[in-house]
């Protein structure tokens, strides 16, 4: 179904959860970012950047620690209800807040009633506005006091760090977990009233086959999963270094993975998910992800393809990153500066870059081409992008029926690539970004 073009892969390329990416961040002045929450009103949403896990996978490249030191997380969540209470107070009333998200790392690497007081610190500080819920989960970690905890707090969505089910590989990436571990926290989370459940599976995994991918995929239909995000594994030792304990050699390779990619892909479509955008897939039943692929309401901001239509997200803890329409910001990544940084109660922003009317342009262009594959293509772009996008069209990877740029679904793994034609900073930047497929 996929034509297999290498030449064509084989420059890395971003994942556009934001444009500019963060790669085109730099010091930012963090009274740009106080006179941005002073100004937000509307409806917005709300990320909490909870940066621990109790037990730390060779593969991951998020920020996170283990949470092993009691001192150090009760720390870091006396900063984090600071920084709250600091934002809340800039923002005012003039906000309502409709979606409120934790993720990490592992949030249920706090106990639950600290996550219960940082919701109540939100509901203190913050205008919700009956927002929606959700929740990044580790079923290692899962027990039956968090699900309770996220039923009282009424949480709608959460998402399992599965990523596969075979044994050899969950050994070689440092992230073993029971099939039965899995289905507990599954039924747990029915229970506390969880309607739409996400799977995280990855591909490209050391010692992986195509059969190994296929059997995961099997089970986490089997077990109901509601939405599907399958990312290929980014193996970047020299960004991530605790990837330097994954063995190279193992790693499927190029032709692999573009392999791995498609059988994951014809699966999907073929057992009752609707594809959602280029990585993603949900039920098309009830969820309100594959509704908004279907309707062509899908966005896609920092936490991936989205039905989320808020123009500002406000990211609270390290590293979370807040998007404003003209304005992207990061907070300190490292978590002591950041506890010190917040405790004193002064704002954790540091890095970012202010979006130019070609940014935020260029932005919306990216934006729709990978969450709709179509976009309408100003005259002065599609000049710009010609040459370089013949190499795709020549192909039958895309179209262009005069300014109109369509992806057809044999086009889908080059989404991205194509993508980055849209992108000048590409043409500027040696930052090495992940494989594109």
Sequence with gaps: MWPYHPDLLATPVPRYTSYPTAAEFGEIDASLYRDALEHTA????????????????????????????????????????????????????????????????????????????????LETHFHLSAPTYSIELDPRTMTADWAAAIGRVGIERASLGVQTFAAHCQEAIGRVQSED???????????????????????????????????????????????????????VPHIVPRQKVIDTS???????????????????????????GF?????????PLAHAALEDRLHRNFQGFTDDNAETLIGLGASAISSFPELLVQNEKNTGRYRMIASQ???????G??????????????????????????????????????????????????????????????????AALLDPYRQQSLRQFSSAI
């Design 42 to 121: 509307g409806d917005i949403s709300l990320y909490l950047h909870i940066p621990f896990c109790e037990k730390i996978c060779f593969y991951c490249g998020c920020n996170t620690s283990a949470a092993g030191k009691t001192q150090r997380l009760e720390s870091y969540l006396a900063a984090l209800h600071a920084e709250i209470a600091q934002v809340g107070l800039l923002i005012g009333n003039t906000a309502r807040v409709k979606r409120i998200s934790f993720g990490g790392g592992s949030p249920n690497a706090i106990a639950p009633h600290e996550f219960e007081h940082l919701v109540e610190g």
């Design 181 to 235: 571990t899995i289905l507990q926290t599954v039924d747990w989370l029915r229970d506390a009233g969880v309607t739409s459940l996400n799977f995280d599976l990855m591909y490209g995994l050391p010692g992986q086959s195509r059969d190994d991918l296929l059997d995961t995929l099997q089970r986490t239909r089997v077990l109901g999963a509601d939405r599907i995000a399958l990312f290929g594994y980014a193996h």
């Design 250 to 276: 193992a790693l499927p390779d190029q032709d692999e993975r573009f392999a791995m990619a498609e059988l994951g892909y014809i699966y999907l479509c073929t057992h009752g998910y609707t594809p959602v």
């Design 279 to 287: 990585d993603h897939f949900a039920r098309p039943g009830g969820d």
């Design 345 to 351: 109660g002064r704002l954790a922003a540091r890095h």
């Design 353 to 418: 870059i202010i979006r130019s009317a070609e940014d935020r342009r260029r932005g919306a262009l990216i934006e729709q081409l990978l969450c709709h594959g179509h976009i309408r293509l100003p005259a002065d772009i599609r000049a710009e992008i010609a040459p370089r996008l013949c190499a795709f069209t020549v192909r039958g990877l895309a179209s262009l029926d005069g300014n109109d740029l369509t992806i057809p679904t044999r086009g889908v793994p080059y989404a991205r690539s194509i």
